[in-house]
């Protein structure tokens, strides 16, 4: 067999079934061994960045379903916002980066650097290459790639690069029968020893229990256990939630967790209150609660449930008396509550919850309501975010998304992610429903992804929020007392329209403008009627759409939305 052949079929043998590329003449044998392989579908993502975003969107979905082939330099390089994107986002993707041969690297083919893939892989979860083998070594060369799919079985998980020169590729060396010897996977979902933990939550009188979004990465039975373990010990919920920044992710579902009282709103009183009653703290699956997005998560003793013992560590919370337990949560949660005497809860019913919309406008709040109720009529949709102001309305009225609705967003805050990322969800799920709610920029920073869902008619509902200008810059640069002279450098591209440049790459396409009105009246209601029926033609269409949502971009619409101090800053307000 050929290096791609092999590289190909073990592709296959691990249940990967689509390969997005945008390759160059290093990657073409492995194009092509992928494209001859049964089972296979190889995918033109027309772009670099895109080929990752792509494979990382299907990953999403189903795990371990599709990779990524990228060429050389140029491409990976290109490409190194989408792998350091999907690295923070957790989502496992092999990414295969064709390489200039080995006879020919030395000299610095434009396709070539010295020391690529050790550089780039700075950026991704881990990475291996081929480029050191002097000759074709089909036991040297299945070594570094069986390494690079048993790198994809690690957490937290992320993208994995390998390097293969050109002439590895398309050389024929390795015997078929030395695939058989590949090794077996590794089983995941290990507990550790609970011993400490489980005394210690036992003990306490008053535990809380504090979640963040990674936690639905570890797979939808993650409510159950979370909702199991904590009625077990009678603790309160809470959901870390974002003030700026991408802001639109998943929350727990109403009634998965019974003893879930919403987001945690550090300045809300009720809420610190709450939090400063607890004994103990339980942070699970935490990536992001330091002091700026938090606050304080005050005196008492606290336990990291996670999978990623740097990522808790480094938020300083722990302090001598804290405890790690790093394996599956899921695992983790079940064999915890096995260990426990079932208890009562300590806090009261009911307190204390944000209010649906809290701090957005009433005319923000119907807005929400209406696109909810077009995207009522699909089962189970998908929702990715690539907004900042847009994605941060709906998360403030999340209570209004259609129940089982999946929310994916950025964690690696990329711009321009959210359209590749939900396209490869359709391409490699075509009985998924996918959403992509952008931003202006979210738009003209991947609009070439479009050309895939076009060419390949995918069945995507992509919904752009046009409101003139960057607002979330704005709010923030007035804030600082900044703004002047940067006020024209901040809107939109005039000239462009977002409906026909869809429509120029074979999507069907329409304008909805929303009134500039802070209440709800008749314009308001039927601007709001448009909106749902539209969604509801395209998803029931099955083809790719577009709708450009036109919006005023007054601050007074957009209350609420985009926090211009971090939250120490805001309690220091609101304690004032």
């Known amino acids: 067999m050929t290096g791609a052949e092999a590289i190909a079929a073990l592709m296959r043998r691990r249940g990967i079934h689509t390969v997005f590329a945008y390759p160059g003449t290093s990657e073409l044998a492995l194009c092509d061994a992928v494209a001859d392989t049964d089972g296979m579908t190889l995918v033109n ?41 999907v690295r923070r986002s957790e989502v496992p993707v092999l990414c295969v980066v064709g390489m200039a041969s080995t006879g020919s690297a030395a000299f610095l083919p434009p396709h070539a650097e010295f020391g690529l893939i050790p550089a780039a892989g700075a950026f991704a979860s881990a990475f291996h290459d081929c480029s050191g083998m002097t000759e074709p070594d089909a036991r040297i060369f299945l070594d570094t790639v069986n390494a690079a799919f048993a790198a994809l079985d690690d957490r937290p998980a992320g993208p994995v690069l390998l390097g293969v020169p050109q002439d590895v590729l398309s050389a024929r060396f390795v015997p078929p029968a030395e695939l058989a010897a590949a090794p077996a996977r590794a089983i995941r979902g290990h507990v550790p020893d609970l011993t400490e933990a489980s005394a210690a939550i036992a003990q306490a009188e008053r535990p809380l229990v504090l979640v963040d979004d990674y936690v639905f990465g570890a797979g939808p039975e993650v409510e159950e256990a979370l909702g199991n373990f904590s009625s077990c010990i009678g603790a309160p919920v809470l959901q870390v939630a974002y003030q700026r920044g991408p802001m639109l992710f998943q929350q727990i579902g109403p009634g998965k967790v019974p003893d879930h009282l919403g987001t945690y709103v550090p300045t809300d009183h009720r809420h610190r209150d709450l939090l400063d009653e607890a004994d103990l703290v339980i942070t699970v699956e ?67 919850t944000e209010q649906p919309g809290h701090g957005t406008s009433h005319a923000g709040r119907e807005l929400v309501r209406y696109l909810s109720a077009g995207l009522a009529t699909a089962v189970a949709p998908v929702l990715v975010d690539d907004s900042q102001m847009f994605g941060g309305l709906i998360a403030k009225n999340y209570d209004l998304l259609p129940a089982g609705t999946q929310v994916h967003g950025s964690h690696g805050g990329f711009v321009g992610s959210g359209l590749a990322t939900s396209i490869g969800m359709a391409v490699a799920d075509e009985a998924a429903t996918v959403i992509c709610t952008l931003g202006d920029q979210g738009f003209t920073n991947a609009v070439q992804a479009l050309a895939v869902a076009g060419d390949r008619d995918v069945p995507i509902l992509v919904i752009v929020c ?75 269409d099955r083809r790719p759409h577009l709708i450009e949502l036109v919006t005023t971009g007054a601050p007074e619409f957009w209350a609420g939305v985009w926090n211009v101090d971090g939250i120490t800053e805001m309690i220091e307000k609101v304690d004032r």
């Not at 003139?468 to 640069?477: A, D, E, I, N, T």
């Not at 403008?513 to 033609?537: C, T």
């Open 286 to 352: 935490d990536r992001n609660m330091y002091p700026r997005v938090v606050g304080s998560l005050g005196g008492s003793r606290k336990i990291a449930l996670t999978s990623s013992p740097a990522a808790a560590l480094k938020n300083g919370y722990l302090a001598s008396d804290g405890l790690v337990v790093a394996g599956d949560v899921v695992k983790t949660l079940d064999a915890l509550a096995a260990l426990q005497t079932p208890r009562s809860p300590w806090h009261r019913p009911g307190r204390p």
């Open 45 to 85: 993502s027309r772009g670099d960045k895109e080929a990752v975003f792509m494979a990382g969107g299907a990953n999403r979905l189903s795990p371990d379903g599709t990779a990524a082939i990228v060429h050389g330099a140029r491409g990976l390089t290109n490409a190194l916002g989408a792998v350091a994107d």
């Open 466 to 540: 046009n409101n003139g200008g960057s607002v979330s810059l704005r709010k923030q640069s007035s804030s600082e007392g900044l703004g002047t002279a940067t006020a024209g450098f901040l809107r939109n591209v005039e000239c462009l329209d977002y409906a026909s440049t869809a429509r120029s790459f074979g999507l069907e396409a329409s304008t909805v403008r929303w009134p500039d009105r802070l209440q709800s009246d008749e314009p308001v209601v039927e601007a709001g009627q448009v909106l749902k029926r539209r969604i509801e033609d395209a998803l029931a």
